[in-house]
């Protein structure tokens, strides 16, 4: 587990080329589906790909996470953990 903070208002940040959302994204860097929610103690359908940094690292470094809608729309900055291995890093 790993403590992160959410970054809401990224709908300026595109997906790469290619790509039509951050799910997409995730899914194709990942080799994997998501269905549940990152966040530990959640269990929600995941339905986005998040942005989000953790807590106590580079604040250069942003990574895509899946978390479902309410997650997502927790204030900037709120705490919370998510399963570190769902993290993916944007380069």
């Known amino acids: 587990m790993v403590n992160v903070y959410n970054l809401n208002n990224k709908e300026d940040r595109s ?10 994204w995730w899914i194709e860097k990942k080799h994997r589906d998501f269905y549940q929610c ?12 998040a942005h989000v940094q953790e807590q106590l690292g580079s ?3 942003w990574y895509i996470v899946p978390l ?9 900055y709120a705490i919370f953990q998510v399963k570190k291995f769902d993290l993916e890093p944007i380069d």
Not at 38 to 48: D, F, I, L, Y
Request: a positive charge; hydrophobic letters at 15%.
């Open 68 to 76: 479902c809608t309410s997650c997502n729309n927790k204030p900037d």
């Open 38 to 49: 990152s966040r530990v103690n959640c269990g929600g359908h995941a339905a986005v790909g």
């Open 59 to 61: 604040k250069d470094r």
């Open 15 to 24: 997906p790469p080329e290619g790509y039509e959302s951050w799910r997409q």
